[in-house]
Structures are given as structure tokens and as C-alpha cells.
């Protein structure tokens, strides 16, 4: 089996998927489509697409953000399992036709999350407890698309989680984050203006262990849910 993940900065990695992928003999091939040259491998060849957070937004008038509302509109189309993190979730529900815009206060941080009825019933956070407090940077957030199951939400957004007929799934929050990834943001120069508007640090070593196991959870559910 073979992942595709596309990138938006070298900062934002896949972080824990790649453990529970790599842990069941499933390749990750990468689509840096923000560097130029960049390399462009054919989406439609591999088994499912992850496209990853970043800085920047949906919005913004960049080439390569075309090029994967794009990628996933036509995945979409063949029903090709698609995961976005972050702004990867920003990204599908773009694509699938719904407002993208800046969230009424930003999440930088450890804040919980609720699941939803429905979220009882799916296939990647059946029997997960709620809340949960999850690692978030994000400031923008999105209306959900036609025909989305609504999954999770937060005091301070509401649309933290959803997915489309089991195989576009969304995530606002980063379940993906390692404590040395947190740290590494914390410092780099595309943060440093989140950073600064922090009442207090944010500790990377905070919720180390469950995290682990609930990422590993979710992230093993979504492998197996795409064959």
C-alpha cells in the first residue's frame, strides 16, 4: 500500500501517521508542491492522499493551493480516501464547495475537544472518550460541506472534525504532533507572531503518552479503513 502526503512547509511533517503506517508496511511518498521545482507524483496511483497543515491559507493566492483544491476535488470524485490535518481539513472543505474564513479567536495550544453523536458511530473515534484535550495552532476555520457528518467541535470553534461518506475525513486539531514537533514550531519564524500573543508557554511534554496512544488509535482505524 502507498500514501501519498502533501506538504506546505518542511516544519509539518506527518509526525505519528507515519508510525502507523510504516508499522504495517505502508510507503509514504511526499508532494512538496509549494517548493519549486517541485515534484508532482500522479495522485490517482496511490491508495489514498494526506495533505498536511502549514502557515498558510487556503485564501491565499498561491499556485500550488489551486493545484490541491484541485487534486482533491477530483479524488473526491473517484472516492479515493482522502485525510486533511489542520489546514489539510481547510483545504477539503474548500474543495467541497464551503467557506474557508478566519475563526472568531485562534487556538494555539492544548484545548479540548467534544465528540458528537455521530462520532460514536464512526469508524476512526468509535469508543473514544470525551472530550479529549488535543494539541490545535490554527486561526481560520470553515463551514461544513454538503453531505458532511459533523464529528467534533471546541468552545472556540465549532467544526473541529467531520467527514464525508467515510472517506474524506477533516481534522482541525493535530493529532499528529510529536512533543520535538511542538517544540520545533514553537521556534520557527512562520509562528513567531502566534507565539508572541501567548498568555503562557506551551508545555510540548503535556499529554506525551495519551497522546501517543490516541493518535496511534485513530491514525491504525484510518489505515485499515482504506484497505
Known sequence: MRILAFRHVPFEDVGRIRCALEAHSVDIDYADLYQNPATRPDPAAYHALIFMGGPMS??????????????????????????????????????????????????????????????????????????????????????????????????????????????????????????????????????CGDVRELTAAIDPERNRERMGDLSQQVFNRWRESIG
Not at 493545484?67 to 482533491?72: F, K, N, P, R, V
Not at 465549532?158 to 514550531?185: C, K, S
Request: with cysteine; aromatic share 12%.
Open 58 to 191: 487556503v485564501n491565499d493566492d498561491l499556485p500550488f493551493i489551486g493545484e490541491e483544491l484541485d487534486i482533491i476535488a477530483r479524488a473526491a470524485a473517484r472516492r479515493q480516501p482522502v485525510l486533511g490535518i489542520c489546514l489539510g481539513a481547510q483545504l477539503i472543505a474548500k474543495a467541497m464547495g464551503a467557506r474557508v474564513y478566519r475563526n472568531a479567536v485562534k487556538e494555539v495550544g492544548w484545548y479540548p475537544i467534544h465528540f458528537t453523536e455521530a462520532a460514536s458511530q464512526d469508524p476512526l473515534l468509535v469508543g473514544l472518550e470525551s472530550p479529549q484535550e488535543v494539541f490545535h495552532w490554527h486561526g481560520e476555520t470553515f463551514d461544513l460541506p454538503a453531505g458532511a457528518t459533523h464529528l467534533a467541535w471546541s468552545e472556540a470553534c465549532r467544526n473541529q472534525a467531520f467527514h464525508i461518506g467515510n472517506y474524506l475525513y477533516g481534522f482541525q486539531f493535530h493529532l499528529e504532533v510529536t512533543p520535538e514537533m511542538i517544540a520545533d514550531w514553537c521556534t520557527q519564524d512562520a509562528n
